[in-house]
């Protein structure tokens, strides 16, 4: 009962919303063109379609975004985990992450364009460096966290090297801090998609700003509700994911 009842409260503020967003235009309260009623989005979704704008968009979008996540999560892990298990190593690399941090996913627009011009490495790099540091410091904190007796009683057992201490111990114990990054980086990566595309880029970014060039501001709210469900299905998949590489907590 209280599943069902939480399910209509929300479904109730959903369609509430939904209604108000309708109202706003229709009784001129905002103008259509710069927030178009929901009522008229299906119809310029199929029309994207049709067109074949949609289909090309989110293929390349997905595209940057999956080599993106990867690179920046990899190194973000393979980094974070090294600064977690050596104190010198995080002694060394201190101030340049300190340096470094503060300094937007935007900031780094020109350096990619000079580096890589106007191409998907472009965007492979931006949306990479959006998702660094989230999974840096997640696995630095999580590594830095494992409980040290663990670490004695497998010395103890024989497992003395570094690698033996990182995969039989630290890895084990840290995915569960790992993961939060994870996820955290997923949405971080699909902001910096947009960021990252918005400069001529094929894709989702790309084409919202040619359609908010023309004030088309029903199609970009189509690529904006597009953003949403590719990020609510990723998301969806990676805690499924995350269940089954955890279910040894339950």
Same mark, same amino acid.
């Given at each position: 009962?209280?599943?069902?009842?939480s399910?209509?409260l929300a479904a109730a503020?959903?369609?509430?919303f939904?209604?108000?967003?309708?109202?706003?235009?229709?009784l001129?309260?905002?103008?259509?063109?710069?927030?178009p009623?929901?009522?008229?989005?299906p119809?310029?979704?199929?029309k994207?379609i049709?067109g074949?704008?949609?289909p090309? &968009?989110v293929v390349?979008s997905?595209s940057?975004y999956?080599?993106?996540?990867g690179?920046?999560? =990899?190194?973000g892990? %393979? +980094? @974070?985990?090294?600064?977690?298990?050596?104190?010198p190593?995080?002694?060394?690399t201190?101030?340049?992450?300190?340096?470094?941090?503060?300094?937007?996913g935007?900031a780094?627009?020109?350096f990619?364009?000079?580096w890589?011009?106007v191409?998907?490495?472009?965007?492979?790099?931006?949306?990479?460096?959006?998702?660094?540091?989230?999974?840096?410091?997640?696995t630095?904190?999580?590594?830095?966290?494992v409980?040290r007796d663990l670490?004695?009683?497998a010395?103890?057992?024989g497992f003395?090297?570094?690698? &033996?201490?990182?995969?039989?111990?630290?890895?084990?114990?840290?995915?569960?801090?790992?993961?939060? =990054?994870?996820?955290t %980086? +997923? @949405?971080?990566a699909?902001?910096a998609?947009?960021?990252?595309?918005i400069?001529g880029v094929?894709g989702i970014g790309?084409?919202?700003m040619?359609?908010?060039?023309?004030?088309s501001?029903?199609i970009?709210v189509?690529?904006?509700?597009t953003m949403?469900?590719l990020?609510?299905?990723?998301d969806?998949?990676?805690?499924?994911l995350?269940n089954?590489?955890l279910?040894w907590?339950?």
């Amino acid at each position: 009962m209280t599943f069902l009842r939480s399910t209509g409260l929300a479904a109730a503020g959903l369609l509430a919303f939904l209604g108000l967003w309708e109202a706003a235009p229709r009784l001129d309260l905002v103008n259509p063109a710069f927030l178009p009623p929901p009522s008229t989005l299906p119809a310029a979704f199929l029309k994207e379609i049709a067109g074949g704008a949609w289909p090309t &968009a989110v293929v390349e979008s997905l595209s940057h975004y999956v080599v993106g996540l990867g690179l920046g999560a =990899g190194m973000g892990i %393979a +980094l @974070g985990t090294l600064s977690g298990m050596f104190r010198p190593f995080e002694s060394v690399t201190a101030w340049i992450v300190r340096l470094l941090r503060p300094i937007p996913g935007l900031a780094w627009v020109p350096f990619a364009i000079i580096w890589f011009g106007v191409q998907p490495a472009a965007a492979v790099f931006i949306i990479a460096i959006g998702v660094f540091w989230i999974v840096f410091f997640a696995t630095q904190g999580a590594v830095r966290g494992v409980d040290r007796d663990l670490l004695e009683v497998a010395e103890a057992f024989g497992f003395r090297s570094a690698w &033996a201490r990182l995969t039989k111990i630290l890895l084990p114990a840290a995915t569960p801090g790992i993961l939060v =990054g994870l996820r955290t %980086a +997923l @949405g971080q990566a699909w902001m910096a998609v947009v960021a990252a595309e918005i400069f001529g880029v094929p894709g989702i970014g790309a084409r919202m700003m040619q359609a908010s060039s023309l004030l088309s501001t029903d199609i970009v709210v189509v690529y904006m509700l597009t953003m949403a469900a590719l990020y609510g299905l990723f998301d969806t998949g990676f805690v499924a994911l995350q269940n089954f590489l955890l279910r040894w907590r339950a």
